[in-house]
Every structure is written in C-alpha cells, then in structure tokens.
T-cell receptor, first 114, second 113 residues
Framework: GQQLNQSPQSMFIQEGEDVSMNCTSS?????WLWYKQDPGEGPVLLIA?????ELTSNGRLTAQFGITRKDSFLNISASIPSDVGIYFC??????????????FGKGTLLTVNP | NAGVTQTPKFRVLKTGQSMTLLCAQD?????MYWYRQDPGMGLRLIHY???????AKGEVPDGYNVSRLKKQNFLLGLESAAPSQTSVYFC????????????FGSGTRLTVV
C-alpha cells in the first residue's frame, strides 16, 4: 500500500527544547493529520490540516500542510516531559488514498529528558 | 462521551486457540477499522467496514476474520492464533470533531505463546 516517510524515527531531547518532525510522500493528499500516542494508549488526534499551505496551532504544537501537498510538518515548542510519546502523521484522499481511509507514517518516538 | 471502546484490554492465548476482540462506537458512523501495531511497523490496517453487514480487507488480513452485524459493533476474530499475531490491536472510527480524522480505542494487547 501507500507509504508515508516520517522522520526522524526517534528523538531524545532536553526539556525546554523545540522539536520538529515531518512526513513526506510521493503522492498528493487532500488532508494531513497528526496524532500522538501516549504509552499504553491509543493514538489521539492533535491537529488536522485541510488546505495546502495551511498553518494550524494547538497550544505549543504547530503543524503545516506543505504547498506541494506531499508533505507536512509538526513543531513542538518548549517541550515538557508529558510530550513523551509516539507522534504519527496520516494522509487522506488525493492521489495517495481514498475518503475515510488514512495512510499512516511509522511514527516518531519522542523522549524528553527533564 | 463520544468514543470507541475495545474489550478486552489484555489477553494471553496459546497457539491454536481462538478469540474475538470487540469494538463498539457510539458516534453513529458508518466506517470502522481494525489496525495492528508492532514495533517499528507503525499502524497496519487489518480489515475495515463501510457499513453494517459489509467488510473489506486491509493490508494484513490473513489469519483474521471480521463481522459487522450491527452498526455500532465491529468484531475481529482469530480462529487459530499464531505467535506472529502477538501485537497491540486498535479499533477506530471517524471522529465527530475532525473531518476524516479517526477516534481510536485504547487498544488490546494480545500475546500468543
């Protein structure tokens, strides 16, 4: 099936640092979504992006829908210990998929050292 | 609260045993999905359903069966469990809050010995 390339695979940072991660694809998507998964829990939707170039924030998190529609970026500012978890990107629609069927990246494991 | 509920949360099976995982959603959506999550592999789609009485195969359907007899429930069955099916299983359904986004259940951790 379709694949999203998510990077980095893992990050180990100090509390207070900013974090950046991204997803790229060879296919165009209509929607980009970012999820966070806490240890032992299911993924929770953080941000949804519906338009190329769109920049959306949710607290200390900011995500952008790439102009080419083939990529998306997530930034976390001033990280705190509770930011620890796995962050997934997902794409919907366009040439990369279909309505209501998402394509997921493999995740970025974030560790925050207090 | 709108959401997706999975049972059980944990299970240990012996090779060859069978079991059924239950997923229930109260968001009244037509679509439901079963994923498995393995280290380094991300989320892989097993089966999905686009409405009551319908099911379709995802990326990794072998060894699993599903049923959607009622709109709110989606069952995942393992007829003869194998150690390769040791994984964390997630059910999902589209979120009422974000168009095209999913709400996930809290997962079932299955170990096959």
């Amino acid at each position: 099936g379709q694949q999203l390339n998510q990077s980095p695979q893992s990050m180990f940072i100090q509390e207070g640092e900013d974090v950046s991660m991204n997803c790229t694809s060879s296919s165009i998507f209509n929607t980009w979504l970012w999820y966070k998964q806490d240890p032992g829990e299911g993924p929770v939707l953080l941000i949804a992006l519906y338009k190329a170039g769109e920049l959306t924030s949710n607290g200390r998190l900011t995500a952008q829908f790439g102009i080419t529609r083939k990529d998306s970026f997530l930034n976390i500012s001033a990280s705190i210990p509770s930011d620890v978890g796995i962050y997934f990107c997902a794409g919907q629609g366009g040439s990369g998929g279909s309505n209501y069927k998402l394509t997921f990246g493999k995740g970025t494991l974030l560790t925050v050292n207090p | 609260n709108a959401g997706v509920t999975q049972t059980p949360k944990f299970r240990v099976l012996k090779t060859g045993q069978s079991m059924t995982l239950l997923c229930a959603q109260d968001m009244n959506h037509e679509y439901m999905y079963w994923y498995r999550q393995d280290p380094g592999m991300g989320l892989r789609l097993i089966h999905y359903s686009v409405g009551e009485g319908t099911t379709a195969k995802g990326e990794v359907p072998d060894g699993y069966n599903v049923s959607r007899l009622k709109k709110q429930n989606f069952l995942l069955g393992l007829e003869s469990a194998a150690p390769s099916q040791t994984s964390v299983y997630f059910c999902a359904s589209p979120s009422p809050r974000f168009v095209y986004g999913y709400t996930f259940g809290s997962g079932t951790r299955l170990t096959v010995v």
